[in-house]
């Protein structure tokens, strides 16, 4: 790896970690010496990148600091091309639309000798079938993204149909079809509803009254205690 490259995944690097990080640790993922690693640090402060620590204590990156132009490793452009063409054949139109921008996009940015990677991408996705849904994933998304509450019919595994309003948490995106976490009022806990069994739909104007993320750490939680209870009984 060139001193440059090297230079920026020690950035990279920096900028992934949750706390400090040691030189040690630095140089096993880039495959240096702790002294190279430490010469590589020294240069980047010289430089005038915001380091803070020292060695045998660990380095942090401090916040607010802008990277130089976007540069994308041959690896890094196959791993978000996979990632749109997954979504371009198994999201809703919008996000199949949002996708081919996206790429439009880190195709111009990209090095020259890297954009025939997006023209002639090395990995694909077998497209599939989309599913029928009354109400449409972009809608769900937008319910989510304001804090809005769902009024719902739904037919369960047995066929039985109930009327709900949830609180939309979370959707999640498989091969055939798409679930909604989310807070039921009738159950008064976290259930899951797939958006093919939904037969009537409205988003409402009544907003969920909880912030969003403290919901969610709820959610997490139940889920957490759910798979272990799992794991247990298993």
């Known amino acids: 790896m060139r001193r440059g490259d090297r230079l920026f995944e020690v950035i990279e690097i920096l900028r992934r970690a949750k706390g400090p990080i040691s030189a040690q640790s630095i140089g096993e993922e880039l495959g240096v010496t702790k002294r190279t690693v430490y010469r590589d640090v020294a240069a980047l402060i010289g430089q005038g990148v915001p380091i803070n620590g020292e060695a045998g204590v660990g380095y942090v990156l401090e916040p607010g600091f802008h990277m130089p132009p976007l540069i994308l490793t041959p690896d890094e452009i196959e791993a978000v091309t996979l990632g749109m063409l997954w979504v371009q054949t198994r999201g809703e139109p919008e996000l199949a639309l949002a996708a081919e921008k996206l790429i439009t996009k880190l195709e111009v940015v990209a090095p020259d000798k ?116 799992y794991e247990e009984g298993a």
């Open 114 to 229: 890297y954009r025939t990677s997006f023209l002639q991408p090395a990995v694909g996705v077998a497209p599939v079938a989309q599913p029928d849904e009354v109400l449409g994933a972009a809608a769900i998304r937008l319910a989510i993204r304001h804090r809005k509450k769902i009024a719902l019919k739904y037919s369960d595994n047995s066929g039985q149909k109930t009327r709900r309003v949830i609180w939309p948490i979370l959707l999640g995106y498989r091969d055939t079809s798409r679930i909604i976490a989310a807070w039921c009022e009738m159950r008064e806990g976290f259930r899951y509803f797939r958006t093919e069994r939904i037969i009537e739909a409205e988003v409402l104007e009544d907003s969920i009254p909880r912030r969003m993320d403290l919901l969610r750490v709820a959610w997490r939680n139940a889920t957490d205690a759910e798979r272990k209870r």
